[in-house]
């Protein structure tokens, strides 16, 4: 079986602006400049996407998972525009501390994708803006990546220590064109 072609994104602060008061509509979801043209480019030089995001907006009572599709669906329309695609999404609603697998920092939702993929995620690339992405990642045996866009400047800061040896890019479109040239 051919290796997979695939790299794992964080969506808040990695596909889309960030924000401390949660992203709870379609109308507040706007795009980092440049991050759903790299997307494209990764899909025309073959990459499937998948995102891992978490959600704890839903638990918390921001916004409801009707919402959140909108939010998504709002995200593939741009992406189609630009002939992109996320190709698999997941998504946790659970709250830090209640012990949901599915969460990052644990790799429930990377290895939800290892399954729908039916491939082992090891040294496949994953690009995020926080600490538990990057802990996410490293527990699946995948390949962390920083973007300092988001709460990424933040993560730097607060955890440069435990972020030794992760490469760090201004945002997701300084990664992509790192990565494909």
Same mark, same amino acid.
């Given at each position: 079986?051919?290796?997979?072609?695939?790299?794992?994104?964080?969506?808040?602060?990695?596909?889309?602006?960030?924000?401390?008061?949660?992203?709870?509509?379609?109308?507040?979801?706007? /795009? &980092? #400049? +440049?991050?759903?043209?790299?997307?494209?480019?990764?899909?025309?030089?073959?990459?499937? &996407?998948?995102?891992?995001?978490?959600?704890?907006?839903?638990? =918390?009572?921001?916004?409801?998972?009707? @919402?959140?599709?909108?939010?998504?669906?709002?995200?593939?329309?741009?992406?189609?525009?630009? +002939?992109?695609?996320?190709?698999?999404?997941?998504?946790?609603?659970?709250?830090? !501390?209640? +012990?949901?697998? @599915?969460?990052?920092?644990?790799?429930?939702?990377?290895?939800? &994708?290892?399954?729908?993929? !039916?491939?082992?995620?090891?040294?496949? /690339?994953?690009? +995020?803006?926080?600490?538990?992405?990057?802990?996410?990642?490293?527990?699946?045996?995948?390949?962390?990546?920083?973007? =300092?866009? !988001?709460?990424?400047?933040?993560?730097?800061?607060?955890?440069?220590?435990?972020?030794?040896?992760?490469?760090?890019?201004?945002?997701?479109?300084?990664?992509? #064109? #790192?990565?494909?040239?």
């Amino acid at each position: 079986m051919a290796r997979l072609k695939l790299i794992i994104l964080d969506r808040d602060g990695v596909i889309n602006h960030d924000s401390d008061d949660f992203i709870k509509s379609a109308d507040e979801w706007q /795009p &980092i #400049e +440049g991050s759903l043209q790299a997307m494209a480019r990764l899909n025309a030089a073959g990459w499937r &996407i998948a995102v891992a995001t978490n959600q704890s907006g839903i638990k =918390r009572g921001y916004y409801d998972r009707a @919402c959140l599709s909108q939010m998504h669906l709002k995200m593939q329309a741009q992406l189609a525009a630009l +002939g992109g695609r996320v190709d698999w999404l997941n998504f946790s609603p659970y709250l830090a !501390g209640c +012990g949901s697998v @599915c969460r990052k920092p644990l790799d429930g939702m990377l290895r939800a &994708i290892e399954l729908r993929y !039916g491939q082992a995620l090891k040294g496949l /690339p994953m690009v +995020g803006d926080a600490l538990t992405d990057i802990q996410a990642a490293k527990q699946a045996g995948l390949v962390p990546y920083l973007v =300092r866009s !988001g709460k990424g400047e933040r993560t730097l800061a607060a955890h440069a220590g435990e972020l030794k040896g992760v490469a760090v890019h201004a945002n997701l479109a300084a990664f992509v #064109e #790192e990565w494909l040239n």
